[in-house]
């Protein structure tokens, strides 16, 4: 079996991972890649030093983690301009259509192609012949350029965690023409969904002047390479174990007692204005506003560790959100009922898939998200005998696949609140066919199928 060399502009650290929770659906589905697979994981260390070592970090491998990690660090401009000023507040706001959000400095390009061409240079020694590289995500979309220009030989896959938006949105990037140039360096490009290759294929024929032939072939800036869809997954089976297990745990018991009966409904998200919290919120005042009935019998849960905290968006939809929960709570809450939990922490995978079987709803509502993996978590973690309800964005790349949910528009709170007051009234009957439904879907496109599909046709050529 060839060696995977998995490049991503974060390593989570490997036992905070497993252990405390993982938050993000990359480093959660490339630890259990990695898992399955021996192989390397190359990127950024989470540390930003003024004078930073410029030997690259290496950890072997452990029992538990059979695969080495080799980590860089940054320096405080390359902190600032590479991930926070192109990644997080350039890239990522023109990725999830929210070309208004964009914050654009050249400057910020420059430092961006530097940090990819640097973790180019530290990788290439680490590699052998035959290595399959597999990049990941848009922080990195410059190097595969830097790879072919190094001499690299091996064949290079690309996997985008995010969506690609509509031509006309992504061509409002300055730096469009360069990224999209470089990514033609790859042997292989993966998206999430169809919606993402579709936008894809657009820009490459109106933009880039480049065709799409059929079996997903494309020609374009002089290159030839692939692009498929790869809808990423979870481990439905021992996520549910886990759910099982935590169910019976002390965290579970407390949390069961502190609803004193009432039904929860759970939103999990990193805080990011791609998620839709504020909508949510208020999609939650409209239940409690339109159906009285609810007050004092419902919960409502939202866990929201914060993320990206330096960036000035990320500081805004933050203190929306105190604002929105401590007005709705402020509105509604008894002297023993809160209706809105609000919490800032990421929890352990474990307690989180206890607390996901425990909810009687869990509300999904991205305004754009690559796939979204809670939404298959939550299903993987419930009750087969007493299943819960997802209420799930259509902007969601898992609606693509999870399609027996109940499928809302964001942007309409009030529709989205009758949505959230059907889920808690539907029939276990109901409840059930839609929920074996989606379960048998998660089984048959799991993370080993998505790993597998992926490296089987980096291999094909
Ligand atoms: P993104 O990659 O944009 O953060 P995803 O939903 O695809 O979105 O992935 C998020 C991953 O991080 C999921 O596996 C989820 O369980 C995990 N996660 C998110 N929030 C928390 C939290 N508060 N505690 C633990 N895990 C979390
Ligand atoms: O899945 C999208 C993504 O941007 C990943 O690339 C990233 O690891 C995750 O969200 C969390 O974001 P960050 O690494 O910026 O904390």
Redesign the pocket.
């Given at each position: 079996m060839r060696r995977i060399v998995i490049v991503?502009?974060?390593v989570a650290p490997v036992n905070e991972a497993a252990s405390k929770g993982a938050?993000?659906?990359?480093?959660v589905a490339i630890l259990e890649t990695l898992r399955e697979s021996n192989g390397l994981w190359f990127g950024w260390s989470g540390n930003v030093h003024e004078a930073p070592v410029d030997t690259p970090k290496h950890s072997a491998p452990t029992q538990a983690n059979p695969f080495d990690t080799v980590t860089v660090d940054l320096t405080p401009a390359e902190h600032s301009g590479y991930y926070n000023g192109y990644a997080?507040r350039i890239l990522w706001p023109i990725l999830h259509y929210r070309s208004d959000l964009m914050e654009y400095h050249s400057e910020h390009f420059r430092t961006y192609q530097r940090v990819n061409a640097n973790f180019v240079s530290q990788l290439v020694p680490l590699l052998r012949e035959d290595d399959l590289i597999w990049l990941h995500?848009y922080?990195l979309m410059m190097a595969p350029r830097d790879l072919r220009q190094a001499g690299v030989k091996n064949r290079i896959g690309f996997f985008l965690?995010?969506p690609f938006p509509s031509a006309d949105v992504f061509a409002t990037l300055p730096n469009h023409r360069e990224l999209i140039a470089s990514l033609c360096h790859c042997d292989l490009i993966g998206f999430q969904s169809p919606t993402d290759l579709r936008s894809f294929e657009d820009y490459i024929t109106h933009e880039a002047g480049g065709q799409v032939h059929a079996n997903e072939e494309f020609e374009a800036f002089g290159r030839q390479f692939r692009a498929q869809v790869f809808p990423i997954s979870i481990d439905p089976d021992s996520f549910a174990g886990a759910a099982r297990e935590s169910s019976r745990s002390n965290i579970a018991n407390r949390l069961r007692e502190s609803l004193d009966g009432r039904a929860l409904m759970v939103g999990v998200d990193?805080l990011d204005y791609s998620k839709g919290l504020p909508e949510r919120f208020l999609s939650f005042e409209h239940l409690l506003d339109r159906y009285p009935e609810n007050r004092r019998r419902v919960t409502f849960l939202q866990i929201a560790p914060y993320?990206?905290s330096e960036v000035p968006e990320y500081k805004l939809i933050r203190s929306r959100l105190e604002g929105l929960s401590g007005r709705i709570n402020g509105r509604f809450a008894e002297v023993d009922w809160t209706p809105l939990r609000y919490i800032n922490r990421g929890l352990a995978r474990k307690t989180l898939a206890g607390v996901l079987r425990h909810s009687r709803v869990a509300v999904v509502t991205p305004l754009r998200d690559?796939m979204n993996l809670v939404a298959k978590e939550y299903i993987a973690a419930q009750d087969p005998e007493d299943p819960g309800v997802l209420v799930l964005s259509r902007f969601a790349g898992a609606a693509h696949e999870l399609k027996e949910a109940l499928i809302v528009n964001p942007l309409d709170y009030e529709n989205t609140g009758e949505a959230l007051q059907r889920a808690l009234s539907m029939s276990l009957e109901e409840r059930k066919e839609r929920w074996s439904a989606m379960m048998e879907t998660i089984r048959q496109q799991d993370i080993t199928t998505w790993r597998k599909s992926f490296i089987a046709a980096l291999e094909a050529g």
């Open positions: 991503s502009n974060r938050t993000g659906g990359l480093a997080n995500d922080h965690h995010t990193r993320s990206r690559g």
